[in-house]
């Protein structure tokens, strides 16, 4: 079974910037495509930005279009979000996950990022 270890998560100033990081064990995560979620303090998880397995394709949300990136390392089983100017209401627990569009695995404990005004 897969299993996801986010991390890189933080206290930031607003325009700050930071990287998450997602390392998933287990061979088969090259074959999916994958993504990054958040969840705020009363909201529902969101699904913010994702990338096909092979990396060709990135979809991002719009709250987050220009400023974050998203990337994977299939030979180290790692995604990776770029995150850069950051808002206030980027305030979120950070999870990745696969693509919606695939089977969804065991959610990671996810990684905790606070933007400050």
């Known amino acids: 079974q897969v299993q996801l270890v986010e991390s890189g998560g933080g206290l930031v100033q607003a325009g700050g910037s930071l990287r998450l990081s997602c390392a998933a064990s287990?061979?088969?995560?090259?074959?999916?495509?994958m993504g990054w979620f958040r969840q705020a303090p009363g909201k529902e998880r969101e699904f913010v930005v994702g990338?096909?397995?092979?990396?060709?394709?990135?979809y991002y949300a719009d709250s987050v279009k220009g400023r974050f990136t998203i990337s994977r390392d299939n030979a180290k089983n790692t995604v990776y979000l770029q995150m850069n100017s950051l808002k206030p209401e980027d305030t979120a627990v950070y999870y990745c996950?696969?693509?919606?569009?695939?089977?969804?695995?065991?959610w990671g404990q996810g990684t905790q990022v606070t933007v400050s005004s």
């Open positions: 996950n696969t693509d919606p569009s695939e089977p969804v695995l065991a």
């Open positions: 287990g061979r088969i995560f090259s074959s999916y495509a």
């Open positions: 990338i096909s397995w092979t990396g060709g394709s990135t």
